[in-house]
């Protein structure tokens, strides 16, 4: 939303925007209730969601954890926990456009420099699962394209 007011902004300098130019602002209106009540379910189940994708990705490769000898268990929950918020956010205000250039452009770097791409697309992956499994689909019809964003941005498959 933020970035598409943005780029409305530049693009009716001088003039009114037409109907189809506006026509995003009328669906976010509409859209709302559910982003708010998917945003706050995320809130709510946000504990749930990551022990049961720490659950399911240790039963799929208990050494997605692991470096070397050094389990990065806890600096991979709360790396989680901080995307699956900025996640949220990006659910409430419909910018996915925002979260990729604000939070996961800087983080692919930060995960990349420990070589934790393959966990992450693991991670993803899972939470798409998950989600889907503890959200109504019309709630996971938002969340997952974004968790998908997320993980093809931080994961094996970005470019």
Same mark, same amino acid.
């Given at each position: 939303m933020?970035?598409?007011? *943005?780029r409305?902004?530049?693009?009716v300098?001088?003039? &009114?925007?037409?109907d189809? =130019?506006l %026509?995003?602002?009328?669906? &976010? +209106?509409? $859209?709302?209730?559910?982003?708010? %009540? @998917? &945003? %706050?379910?995320? /809130?709510e189940?946000? $504990?749930?969601?990551?022990?049961q !994708?720490?659950? *399911?990705?240790? $039963?799929?490769?208990?050494?997605?954890?692991?470096?070397? *000898? #050094?389990?990065? !268990? $806890? *600096?991979?929950? @709360?790396?989680?926990i901080? @995307?699956?918020?900025?996640?949220?956010?990006?659910v409430l205000?419909?910018?996915? #456009?925002?979260?990729?250039?604000?939070?996961?452009?800087?983080f692919?770097?930060?995960?990349?420099s420990?070589?934790?791409?393959? !966990?992450?697309? +693991?991670? &993803? /992956? +899972?939470?798409? =699962?998950?989600?889907? %499994?503890d959200?109504?689909?019309? /709630?996971?019809?938002?969340?997952c394209?974004?968790?998908?964003?997320?993980?093809r941005?931080?994961g094996l498959?970005s470019?």
């Amino acid at each position: 939303m933020l970035s598409q007011l *943005k780029r409305l902004s530049l693009e009716v300098d001088g003039r &009114y925007a037409s109907d189809a =130019e506006l %026509q995003f602002m009328s669906d &976010y +209106v509409k $859209s709302f209730n559910l982003r708010l %009540q @998917t &945003y %706050q379910k995320l /809130q709510e189940i946000e $504990s749930k969601l990551i022990e049961q !994708t720490y659950a *399911k990705m240790r $039963s799929l490769d208990p050494t997605l954890f692991m470096q070397g *000898k #050094d389990d990065f !268990t $806890s *600096k991979w929950k @709360t790396d989680t926990i901080r @995307t699956l918020r900025y996640i949220a956010v990006a659910v409430l205000i419909n910018d996915p #456009d925002t979260l990729r250039e604000r939070f996961l452009i800087w983080f692919q770097t930060v995960l990349r420099s420990f070589r934790a791409e393959r !966990t992450t697309d +693991v991670t &993803y /992956q +899972v939470l798409q =699962e998950v989600v889907k %499994q503890d959200l109504t689909p019309p /709630q996971a019809s938002l969340v997952c394209p974004i968790l998908e964003l997320t993980r093809r941005s931080l994961g094996l498959t970005s470019s």
